[in-house]
């Protein structure tokens, strides 16, 4: 491996560091698990509040943010975290007055979060069948990081 070759990788692992990756994550990883990685850490960018901060932030009760999320099929235990556009809906959902949510809020909430998981479903698959498959034929596979 000549010292052009070491150059890419050590890049790389910089660039994923700046994007969030501790420098664990980035350890034994060869050039095709970048790609995981990488997206990975594109589609946790800016969720950085825990359900006490998104809470804080909607101005409602932790209980009340995770009830909606729930009911959306998404179980906050299981989720990255939270950004600017969950505070939007908490804070829309938990405070409404109308009581609009709460007469059709849970049957509501229930079929988008069905729609949305169908969404995400195929989004996934065609990252996973087209995308990582495309950028994979262009790296080296055999190569390591380190």
């Known amino acids: 491996m000549d010292e052009s070759d070491q150059a890419e990788p050590l890049e ?3 660039h994923l560091i700046d994007l969030g ?3 664990e994550q ?3 990883l060869d050039e095709h698990d970048l790609i995981g990685l990488a997206g990975d ?3 946790s960018a800016g ?3 825990d359900l006490d901060g998104l809470a804080a932030a909607a101005g409602c009760r932790p ?3 995770r009830t909606i999320y729930e009911l959306l099929g998404l179980p906050t235990d299981q989720l990255a975290g939270f950004g600017e556009g969950d505070v ?3 804070s829309l959902a938990a405070g409404d007055t109308t009581g609009f949510v709460e007469r059709i809020g849970a049957p509501l909430f229930r079929v988008a979060g069905t729609a949305m998981a169908r969404v995400v479903e195929a989004a996934v698959a065609a990252y996973v069948q087209d995308i990582e498959p495309e950028a994979a034929r262009e790296l080296d596979p055999g190569r390591r990081l380190r």
């Open 12 to 14: 790389l692992i910089r």
């Open 21 to 23: 990756a501790t420098p």
């Open 26 to 28: 980035t350890e034994e």
């Open 41 to 43: 850490l594109q589609l």
């Open 47 to 49: 969720l950085d509040l």
């Open 63 to 65: 209980e009340d943010a």
């Open 88 to 90: 939007k809906l908490v």
